[in-house]
Nanobody, 111 residues
């Protein structure tokens, strides 16, 4: 059974940082391109960041220079380091890999 479990979300003030984790089981992340995506109420789910099987990274323009995606193959985890957070970054963050979605973790950026 494949499971992707996100964690690390929470409430943070503007300018703060969070690190999200996507822990995989039943699938080997090193063999997969993995993406982080987010969704806010009333909007479609949008792409945030991607890490390829060769560890190349790609970012949405809105997060470029602030977010960093990385992976730890030994732990089968993909991370999303989010710095200088803005209120527009608020949403539920989902990871996706190997055709599977996680359940999401809530990120709220507010003073």
């Amino acid at each position: 059974q494949v499971r992707l479990v996100e964690s690390g979300g929470g409430l943070v003030q503007p300018g703060g940082s969070l690190r999200l984790s996507c822990q995989a089981s039943g699938i080997t992340f090193s063999n997969s391109t993995v993406t982080w995506n987010r969704q806010t109420p009333g909007k479609q789910r949008e792409f945030v960041a991607l890490i390829s099987k060769s560890d190349s990274a790609l970012y949405a323009d809105s997060v470029k220079g602030r977010f960093i995606i990385s992976r730890d193959n030994a732990k089968n985890i993909v991370y999303l380091q989010m710095n200088n957070l803005k209120s527009d970054d608020t949403g539920v963050y989902y990871c996706y890999g190997g055709t599977y979605w996680g359940q999401g973790t809530q990120v709220t950026v507010s003073s």
